[in-house]
């Protein structure tokens, strides 16, 4: 992976973008609502906001089907990730994961002194369940799950998930990520929530940052049984992460479905669009279920990033199992149309 800090240098010498399709951002966002009840309530920014904090908690818990002592609020979910890695590896251990996936959880593992006992994804490109399974030993901390997983955009079986969590979450808990998910029109039925209303020690974490559009707004949470949560809240800033117009704009997000809609069609046909391009040049993709694409391209990551971002447009590189890809963020159809004019140009 190009390191995070050469990524945002690079970046920022090169604002303003006429195409930003690099961090996965909703362009669509945030819903009206969610503006207006940040502007409504940006007057009452001189208290500490635990009231605003409680009644959010109340919708998520509503939401996800938990009591509220289930539900932890944090400044996105990045700090559900980094959180969880801090109580989990103080003593060091290894997490089990999928090779690739989302790093920033195990970037604070490794950082806390932990390793990352990775395992490669299937030919399909989704988690290897039972390679993973294989993988937990007796320095295992933590199992994570990115689903859908980023940067590929590929899913992993639900059911297979859940049988997977129910067979190991007793001796090892496991960490599902599903920042991805509500892309989905069916998320509802292919969450992990409910393994956690069983009982079980699964972690799922949520963001408003991608469906709702408010990854600058910084809201996420995470669903998981009282006594872990009371782990984290020993190491924790409790509601002092958490700003009033944040969690006005989210709740009022929660509410307009209308809008989770409409990003969840027009992230869909953005990726329809992609790889009709794609397709037009004898390009090579993989399908995805999230607000990105993953491709090959042929020739190296920087090269290709530096003539993009020469061309304006702002997308990122993985080298995965020694080859070169392009992940493009969803984007407005003039965007795609600029991204697609700009790969040409790249190619030929
Ligand atoms: N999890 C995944 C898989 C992500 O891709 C991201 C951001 O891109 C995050 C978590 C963190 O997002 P946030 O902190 O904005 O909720």
């Known amino acids: 992976y190009l390191p995070q800090l050469e990524w945002e240098r690079q970046l920022s010498g090169r604002m303003p973008l006429k195409a930003r399709m690099l961090a996965n951002e909703n362009p669509y966002g945030p819903s009206p ?23 959010l908690k109340g919708m998520i818990a509503a939401f996800e089907g938990v009591p509220e002592d289930y539900i932890m609020i944090t400044p ?8 969880m890695a801090l109580v989990h590896f103080q003593e060091g251990g290894n997490v089990v994961a999928a090779d690739p996936t989302y790093m ?7 950082g806390m002194g932990g390793s990352w006992n990775k395992v490669k994804v299937t030919d399909d490109w989704a988690h290897d369940l039972a390679g993973m399974r294989s993988a937990i030993n007796a320095d295992t901390k933590l199992v994570y799950v990115c689903n859908p997983n980023n940067p590929t955009g590929t899913l992993t079986d639900s059911d297979a998930l859940a049988a997977f969590c129910r067979e190991v979450a007793d001796e090892t808990p496991v960490f599902v990520d599903e920042a991805y ?18 009982g079980k020690d699964v972690i799922v974490a949520r963001t408003f940052s991608k469906i709702h559009g ?4 910084r809201v996420g949470y995470a669903v998981a049984r009282p006594e872990t949560l009371e782990k984290v809240g020993r190491i924790s800033r409790g509601n002092m992460g958490l700003c009033k117009t944040s969690l006005e704009g989210a ?5 307009d479905e209308t809008f989770q809609e409409t990003s969840r069609q027009q992230t869909a046909a953005f990726r329809e669009q992609v790889y009709a391009g794609l397709e037009g040049m004898g390009m090579e993709y993989l399908p995805s279920y999230a607000s990105f694409v ?6 190296g990551g920087e090269v290709f990033l530096e003539q993009m971002f020469d061309r304006g447009i702002g997308v990122r590189s993985f080298s995965i199992h020694g080859d ?13 149309d600029l991204f697609l004019t700009a790969l040409r140009q790249v190619l030929a």
């Open 104 to 110: 920033s959880l195990i970037k604070v593992v490794i």
């Open 251 to 255: 709740m009022a997000s929660m509410e």
């Open 214 to 217: 408010m990854a600058g707004l």
């Open 33 to 55: 609502k969610c503006v207006e009840a940040i502007a409504a309530s940006a007057s009452a920014g001189n208290r500490y906001q635990h009231e605003a904090a409680q009644q």
């Open 294 to 299: 993953l491709f090959p391209i042929p020739l």
């Open 76 to 83: 996105g979910s990045s700090e559900v990730l980094e959180k």
């Open 181 to 198: 998910l509500e892309f989905l029109p069916d998320h509802r039925a292919k969450t992990m929530v409910p393994l956690i209303r069983e």
């Open 324 to 336: 070169d890809y392009c992940r493009v963020s969803v984007g407005k159809p003039e965007e795609v």
